[in-house]
């Protein structure tokens, strides 16, 4: 089966190409530009390079969240459109998932999003077996310090907000260092972990697929707040 999985939750954006247990094609941006600008000339590009039409995809992938919410709808409605004609499977990762599967190795891997006012998006996973370890959450950095000392095997961070939890965690006794550029999200992990999804039967039309965005938007809080401070 050949599946098309691309990424937009964050600053980067990626596409990659999985037939089976080979990977066809890989490419990550992270030039600055918008999404809207890049992704689709990177999906169209992925595909040529594999001689391949969407007709060829059996399931498409795509990370639904937790991220940028402009990020997020951007990949959906590309992945509905490429795959609504022919009623393709399509499978919404979650995007710290997708951090997980894109590592190997032993030891555990917490995937964290910065979620801005010193909060991430974060879950944690076994990174041999990617077993999850906690549900993806938003929480203050200093949130993850029970997970963080309590974990047993050696410890790394990967996402747009690894640098916040090393800044905290760093001194930690397990914690290891990771890369920068290994830190980034690899659409090869939203690939993995959309198969998984295919294989449990998770897979779903491309009407169903949804964004999670995990917590109210900005404008979404600011009007909350609004509204208590009336009553």
């Excluded at 059996?58 to 990370?63: C, E, I, P, S």
């Excluded at 499977?89 to 032993?106: D, H, K, R």
């Excluded at 555990?108 to 910065?114: E, H, N, R, S």
């Amino acid at each position: 089966m050949n599946i098309l999985a691309l990424d937009t939750a964050g600053k980067t954006a990626a596409v990659a190409v999985l037939r089976d247990d080979t990977l066809l094609y890989e490419t990550v941006s992270n030039t600055g530009l918008t999404h809207s600008e890049t992704l689709l000339p990177m999906a169209d590009a992925a595909l040529k390079a594999c001689g391949l039409t969407c007709a060829d995809i059996g399931l498409y992938a795509v990370t639904a969240g937790p991220g940028s919410f402009t990020g997020l709808r951007i990949g959906l409605a590309a992945v509905k459109g490429m795959a609504l004609p022919r009623q393709t499977p399509c499978a919404g990762v979650s995007t710290l998932a997708a951090l997980a599967y894109g590592m190997a190795g032993a030891g555990t891997v917490v995937g964290a999003l910065d979620a801005r006012r010193g909060q991430v998006y974060w879950a944690g996973f076994d990174l041999e077996t990617h077993e999850r370890l906690t549900p993806d959450d938003a929480a203050p950095v200093e949130a993850l310090e029970k997970f963080v000392s309590g974990c047993k095997k050696p410890l790394f961070f990967v996402g747009d907000g690894a640098l916040l939890c090393y800044n905290r965690y760093s001194e930690v006794p397990g914690v290891l260092p990771c890369p920068q550029p290994l830190r980034v999200l690899r659409a090869a992990g939203v690939a993995l972990a959309a198969r998984q999804l295919w294989q449990d039967g998770r897979a779903v039309p491309p009407a169903a697929l949804l964004p999670d965005y995990h917590r109210l938007s900005q404008a979404e809080r600011d009007r909350l707040a609004r509204e208590q401070a009336l009553h």
